[in-house]
């Protein structure tokens, strides 16, 4: 039996995204609307997985920190639909897995490309020392899962753009660092890594599934452009360096949103 707790805040999206899964023989899912009871349960390892749902970010996040004594290092992870045959990613498997019961809902899961952005915390990826403890939990989640990590490193810029800002220069030499850092430190663990300046679009269309943005700041930014503005698949932001199944979600999301951070942690704690 998979056991998640779910936080359940102000907005309720969230109770009525755990109603759906009420027929999946194999998961049980807990509401709570107290920070100290997930807190608790959390630190002693009580359930399978954890969803921060709803509940205060700043109250829940602080906290997990201390227990961790170590960043969270949250990477989202995001799948969006391109209309082809290509199921070889995690919502793919999550779909398989959760319909091999005969018991259960029909997710619909069709998407052909999946992704890691991040840091997605405001506060997260802040030095090249972080970034590249953070890139090494990125590559460790894809080998887990018998992946080969294709790492996009993001700056401010394009390579032609140095010496038009002090703070563009600063993004481009730590992407060019960083970028030459993983290729020696993890050459061995990855397909390949790459220095794509500002090109973001490039770098989700040549199918990598590491986008790493030049901070924490900038990362949120690109999450709340694709998934809240445009609508892609996002199934919340794993904390990489937790030993436990942590999922943070934005308190703005919709019922299919949290959806998703369920089926992903379900996934997850079936695999990992």
Excluded at 114 to 140: A, N, R, Y
Excluded at 156 to 174: A, H, I, M, P, Y
Excluded at 228 to 254: C, E, H, M, P
Aim: net charge neutral; hydrophobic share 35%.
């Amino acid at each position: 039996m998979i056991k998640i707790l779910v936080g359940c805040g102000k907005n309720k999206n969230v109770m009525e995204s755990c109603e759906s899964f009420s027929k999946i023989n194999d998961l049980k899912i807990t509401l709570t609307d107290s920070e100290e009871y997930f807190i608790n349960s959390y630190k002693n390892n009580e359930y399978n997985g954890y969803i921060r749902g709803s509940l205060s970010s700043s109250s829940i996040l602080s906290k997990i920190k201390e227990l961790n004594s170590f960043p969270l290092n949250r990477a989202t992870y995001i799948s969006n639909i391109f209309n082809n045959n290509e199921d070889n990613n995690i919502s793919s498997n999550i779909n398989s897995n959760i319909n091999n019961d005969s018991n259960s809902i029909n997710t619909g899961f069709n998407d052909s490309h999946e992704f890691l952005l991040c840091p997605v915390g405001i506060d997260e990826g802040e030095t090249i020392k972080d970034k590249i403890e953070f890139i090494k939990s990125t590559i460790d989640f894809w080998n887990k899962l018998s992946k080969t990590p294709k790492i996009a490193i993001l700056s401010g810029g394009r390579k032609e753009d140095f010496g038009r800002s002090d703070k563009v220069d600063k993004t481009l030499n730590e992407a060019e660092t960083l970028c030459n850092d993983v290729s020696i430190k993890f050459n061995s663990s990855i397909g390949s890594v790459k220095n794509y300046g500002i090109l973001i679009e490039k770098a989700i269309a040549d199918k990598n599934n590491v986008i790493f943005a030049p901070n924490g700041i900038i990362g949120n930014v690109i999450f709340r452009t694709l998934v809240l503005v445009n609508n892609w698949n996002s199934y919340g932001a794993l904390a990489l360096s937790s030993d436990k199944i942590f999922i943070d979600t934005s308190r703005d999301q919709s019922i299919k949103g949290y959806q998703r951070s369920i089926e992903f942690a379900y996934f997850l704690a079936k695999r990992i």
